[in-house]
């Protein structure tokens, strides 16, 4: 029971300073998308194979990865440029950039608006303010420049209610971005753990998951925001995903390196399987079960199956 390991997918040689950021899958076709910060790439995995394809290059400073699975669209941002860039699976198709602000990171998309967040960390040194940009992903136009109250992290988009959360890391929050309201902020969430980073929702239990950089892991409610629950982690998080069908959180921890697998239904932390000293990102099919870890430190993805 737990996760089993399956193996290992060799990525390209780091090239320049980091490691991987980021991640997506295109479960239909049986694609995965994975920021490569050291090489200003996206890396793509057969994951049917389990072999690398090739890298989608000229992505300066890339962060993040989020696909559209049925307009076959893949969005990333590229925090060394300022901008976010679309293209599609058919590498003969060129990236399109679109200017947003100031070192882009965590991206959601609404598709029936067409209507893509990216939440951008800012530059105190260059005196600029933390904000997200929204994208009309159609025309490949910015259409609107929302401040944020702090550092935004990663977020995520509610398909029911049309809205999006953005993780705040100081003060600890998640704002409700409205693209229907005038000023577009529909709320703030107080969160009571330091530094939420990443997000998941949980649509049929009205639920979002905050994992925060202090080591815990908070379920909220997601309308409300009142705190359902806190877990302890083994260590600092970063990327989260829920699996629906199992109720099982993933949540990436870098230092030590591990995958902490969390119940959601009986809240309890399950298992922490190890991966490698800042193996802080990972990606998730849901299809087959898999979580994907990407290890810096020997450019590869580990490769398990949730067996529950």
Known sequence: MGLKHLG??????????????????????????????????????????GTYLRSVTGLKGVAGVLVDEPANQVFTSNRGENTVGIFSSDPADPVVKVPVGVRPNGLAYDPDRGILICANVGDPNAAAAPGVTLVDVARRAPLAAV???????????????HVFFVNIAEPPAIVVVDPELPEFIGGHLPIAARGPHGLDLDGPRSRLYCACDEGRVLALDARSGRMLGSLELSGPPDVVFLDHALSHLYIAVGDPGTIDVIDVAAWSRLESVPTEPGAHTIAFDGDAHRVYAFLPRTHRASVFLDSA
């Open 147 to 161: 401040p944020m109250p702090g550092r935004t992290r990663w977020c995520v988009h509610d398909p029911e209610r």
């Open 8 to 49: 290992f997918i060799d990525l390209p040689d780091h090239s320049g300073q980091g490691g991987f950021d980021h991640a997506a899958t295109d479960r239909g076709r049986a694609l995965l998308y994975v920021a490569h910060a050291a090489n200003d790439a996206v890396d793509v995995i057969d994951t049917r194979s």
